[in-house]
């Protein structure tokens, strides 16, 4: 009798189990792809959000002090270890560097959500600059990252707002996203709740140019309500 009872309460537990949300029961494993100002504050609060990071850089024995103040869900690796590792891609890295990334890593990139976090400035960028200026920088992502899922996300900001603003009381700060994957926003939008703020989705890849640097739409502190309607969306 006792045994029947156990199994109905080990039964029981495997349905509530079963019925939780995916988000729940998993997270997500993520290549950060540069080691700099934002991509160590996004490694942070995902590691602080229980997933396991792996942050890439072309020295990544220079990073033990980062990936040591991160814990035990960090690691370091070479872009090529890390785009294997991670299920999730953040793209953290000058813009100038991705048609070299796009052509060496494209088989990896294939398939995979990669969130962008990339902006162009001409001063640093040149040509890609003026690219992304003329074409938006949704569509000029896509080109040089071809096959990649791609959701343009935490590039609408100074990561000093990020890092201030993450996990505050009363409403969260928006972080605006655009892509053309309905899975891949999805996957997108959790990521940045656990990162601790708001995601508002935009539209395409295409409305991408509402947020990018230089745009009405960039460096805001909003709340999600301000951005919608910002961006002109309904609530």
Request: glycine share 12%; hydrophobic share 50%.
């Amino acid at each position: 009798m006792a045994c029947d009872t156990l199994s109905r309460r080990f039964v029981l537990a495997l349905a509530l189990v079963a019925a939780l949300p995916a988000r729940a029961q998993e997270k997500s494993r993520i290549a950060v792809i540069g080691a700099g100002n934002i991509g160590g504050t996004l490694a942070a609060l995902w590691t602080k959000a229980g997933h396991p990071v792996m942050i890439a850089s072309r020295h990544p024995e220079e990073l033990s002090g980062l990936v040591g103040r991160l814990g035990p869900l960090a690691r370091a690796g070479t872009v090529t270890e890390a785009l294997r590792f991670g299920e999730v891609v953040f793209l953290a890295v000058p813009y100038r560097a991705y048609p070299e990334l796009g052509r060496e890593h494209a088989a990896a990139l294939a398939g995979k959500v990669v969130l962008d976090a990339g902006n162009a400035t001409r001063a640093r960028d040149g040509d890609l600059a003026a690219e992304a200026e003329a074409d938006g920088i949704g569509a000029t992502s896509a080109r040089y990252l071809p096959g990649a899922r791609l959701v343009r996300a935490f590039n609408a900001a100074n990561v000093r707002l990020f890092e201030r603003n993450a996990h505050r009381d009363g409403p969260p700060m928006a972080v605006p996203i655009a892509g053309d994957d309905a899975g891949a926003l999805a996957v997108a939008e959790g990521l940045v709740r656990d990162a601790g703020f708001e995601p508002v989705t935009v539209g395409g890849l295409d409305k991408a140019r509402l947020f990018q640097m230089g745009s009405p739409g960039f460096g805001h502190d909003a709340t999600a309500a301000e951005a919608r309607k910002t961006f002109g969306l309904a609530r």
